[in-house]
């Protein structure tokens, strides 16, 4: 089983910077870092990985970060929200493309 978190505040938008290149739907989308996260959650489910990973949203503002001390730091350092992380490691900073994600999680797969 594959964990993939998003760290964020379910409620707002993401800012306009994001690591991906701007293809991850950030601001100019007006989707809020839950949606953002639901979209990419249905995504997953319903590909051919479905049944090998589990993701959780985890709201900064709301749940407990202990045992995620580096999607913490990055938070307390100023990396934009949402923080993707796959395998307890942030890969992606102020959006979700859910390719990407996918993308990720297929190599993590081996």
């Known amino acids: 089983m594959i964990g993939i978190a998003v760290f964020g505040i379910r409620d707002e938008v993401p800012p306009s910077k994001c690591s991906c290149g ?20 249905s995504f997953l489910v319903q590909s051919d990985l479905g049944a090998e ?4 949203f985890l709201d900064v ?4 970060l202990s045992g995620h001390d580096a999607a913490h730091m ?32 297929k190599k993590a797969m081996g």
Request: proline letters at 2%; a negative charge; aromatic letters at 8%.
């Open 61 to 64: 503002l709301d749940d407990d």
């Open 22 to 41: 701007g293809t991850c739907g950030g601001s100019a989308s007006n989707k809020t870092m839950g949606e953002m996260y639901e979209e990419l959650e």
């Open 74 to 105: 990055m938070f307390k350092n100023g990396f934009a929200l949402p923080l993707v992380a796959v395998k307890g490691i942030v890969l992606f900073s102020g959006g979700i493309n859910t390719t990407m994600v996918y993308d990720e999680v």
């Open 53 to 56: 990973v589990q993701v959780q």
